[in-house]
């Protein structure tokens, strides 16, 4: 009943903002994005902090809010709804949420991927995936937790079918794990980074095992873009700006580090951690390199496969092909008349060439 009361929701937010937001108006000058806290995604709110998102945004005469938001989901339900012209968002949930409910969305930058920062957790030593067998598991029901909870079950030869899942806010996430009731959980971090260091907790499986399939973006409005492109050179050259200086070995990186640890309610030694089970792109070139890899598509049918078989693409949804998505060379799956998400890497490309 949740997931059809969040599809029903979402479409008909979609439906009655497209015509009226001004989020989708051409010819403006001040634009806003949202994002929340994620090791990934710390970086927007240091790159407001620090001006550096402001100074891109004079540069092409605009004005850009990066707005944090304490609710994962509820940030992107804001984005479909016309709330922000952009947001930070996984891969599945850019299919499932604005693209499924209408909302023609372009993955502006594909930042990074999972590789160890989403797992599956289970209360006692030496546990294994099969010891979930007939127990409840706790996650975001329908997100990326839910795709690896899936990944992790077939590398078992187990399915959904062998337990229940519990749908689990991430604000409430670590709360519930920390009493006996709940045995097991599935997040990303930096719950999990917390949650993994009680005492007799188990990570039976964790996103490096399948590389490259959970991917973190800032996702912004199709239309917003192709008729403002000022609010991309802007987001990308910002964003290309704060990551070169996490990577440096400067005081001033460090300082950056630790103000986005603290924001993120951990330290500096726990904050790289969870950078360092983060395959984050810092050079436009390695942005570029793997959006325009030719498994893109493969991913993402995939993912388009779980999400349809979870009755994600929308109540209409005969397949998998549901939603066409486009990628780099003017490749297309799913269905070329609705194409609603767009792996468009023009921005990434002036980026790694030296034009924004």
Same mark, same amino acid.
């Given at each position: 009943m949740?997931? *059809?009361v969040r599809?029903l929701c979402?479409a008909?937010?979609?439906?009655? #903002?497209?015509?009226t937001?001004?989020a989708f108006?051409?010819?403006r000058t001040?634009f806003?994005?949202c994002?929340t806290?994620?090791?990934?995604?710390m970086p927007?709110?240091q790159?407001? #902090?620090?001006?550096?998102?402001s100074?891109? %945004?004079k540069?092409?005469?605009i !004005?850009?809010?990066?707005?944090?938001l304490n609710?994962?989901?509820?940030?992107?339900?804001?984005?479909t709804?016309g709330?922000?012209?952009?947001?930070a968002m996984?891969?599945?949930d %850019?299919?499932t949420?604005?693209?499924?409910g209408?909302v023609? &969305?372009?993955?502006?930058?594909?930042?990074?991927? &999972?590789?160890?920062n989403?797992?599956?957790l289970?209360?006692?030593n030496?546990?294994?995936?099969?010891?979930?067998k007939?127990?409840?598991v706790?996650?975001?029901?329908?997100s +990326?937790? !839910?795709y *690896?909870l899936?990944?992790?079950?077939? &590398?078992?030869?187990? &399915?959904?079918?062998?337990?229940?899942?519990?749908? /689990?806010?991430?604000?409430d996430i670590?709360?519930?794990?920390?009493?006996?009731?709940?045995?097991?959980?599935?997040?990303?971090?930096?719950?999990?980074?917390?949650?993994?260091?009680h005492?007799?907790v188990? =990570?039976?499986?964790?996103s490096s095992k399948?590389?490259?399939?959970?991917?973190?973006?800032? +996702?912004?409005n199709t239309?917003?873009?192709q =008729?403002?492109?000022a609010l991309?050179?802007a987001l990308t050259? $910002?964003?290309f700006e704060?990551v070169?200086?996490? !990577?440096?070995?400067s005081a001033a990186s460090?300082d950056? *580090? /630790?103000a986005?640890?603290?924001a993120?309610g951990t330290?500096? %030694?726990n904050?790289?951690g969870q950078l360092a089970?983060?395959a984050l792109?810092?050079?436009?070139q390695a942005?570029l390199?793997?959006?325009?890899?030719p498994d893109?598509?493969?991913i993402?049918?995939?993912? $388009?496969?779980f999400?349809?078989? !979870?009755?994600?693409?929308g109540?209409d949804?005969k397949?998998?092909?549901a +939603?066409?998505?486009a990628?780099?060379k003017?490749?297309?799956?799913?269905?070329?008349?609705n194409?609603k998400?767009?792996?468009?890497p023009?921005y990434? $490309?002036?980026?790694?060439?030296?034009k924004l």
């Amino acid at each position: 009943m949740l997931k *059809l009361v969040r599809c029903l929701c979402i479409a008909a937010i979609s439906l009655a #903002t497209l015509a009226t937001s001004p989020a989708f108006a051409a010819g403006r000058t001040d634009f806003k994005v949202c994002w929340t806290i994620y090791a990934g995604w710390m970086p927007w709110g240091q790159a407001k #902090t620090q001006g550096i998102v402001s100074k891109w %945004a004079k540069k092409y005469g605009i !004005h850009v809010d990066v707005v944090q938001l304490n609710d994962y989901v509820e940030s992107i339900n804001q984005y479909t709804a016309g709330k922000f012209d952009g947001c930070a968002m996984t891969n599945m949930d %850019a299919l499932t949420i604005p693209a499924s409910g209408g909302v023609d &969305s372009t993955a502006l930058i594909v930042s990074d991927y &999972s590789n160890g920062n989403d797992g599956v957790l289970i209360k006692g030593n030496g546990k294994r995936i099969v010891d979930l067998k007939g127990q409840q598991v706790n996650l975001v029901q329908f997100s +990326v937790s !839910h795709y *690896l909870l899936a990944r992790a079950l077939e &590398s078992a030869h187990m &399915s959904e079918r062998d337990l229940k899942v519990v749908n /689990t806010s991430d604000a409430d996430i670590s709360g519930a794990f920390a009493t006996p009731a709940v045995q097991n959980a599935v997040t990303w971090n930096p719950m999990l980074a917390d949650l993994k260091a009680h005492p007799n907790v188990t =990570e039976v499986f964790d996103s490096s095992k399948i590389p490259g399939e959970i991917m973190d973006m800032m +996702v912004v409005n199709t239309k917003t873009l192709q =008729e403002n492109p000022a609010l991309g050179k802007a987001l990308t050259g $910002a964003w290309f700006e704060m990551v070169a200086l996490m !990577h440096g070995n400067s005081a001033a990186s460090t300082d950056a *580090l /630790t103000a986005m640890a603290k924001a993120s309610g951990t330290d500096l %030694a726990n904050f790289k951690g969870q950078l360092a089970t983060t395959a984050l792109f810092y050079s436009p070139q390695a942005a570029l390199d793997f959006v325009t890899n030719p498994d893109m598509p493969k991913i993402m049918a995939r993912v $388009a496969k779980f999400s349809f078989d !979870h009755g994600l693409l929308g109540q209409d949804a005969k397949s998998a092909d549901a +939603v066409g998505m486009a990628f780099d060379k003017g490749v297309v799956i799913g269905n070329r008349n609705n194409v609603k998400l767009r792996f468009d890497p023009s921005y990434v $490309a002036m980026a790694a060439a030296g034009k924004l």
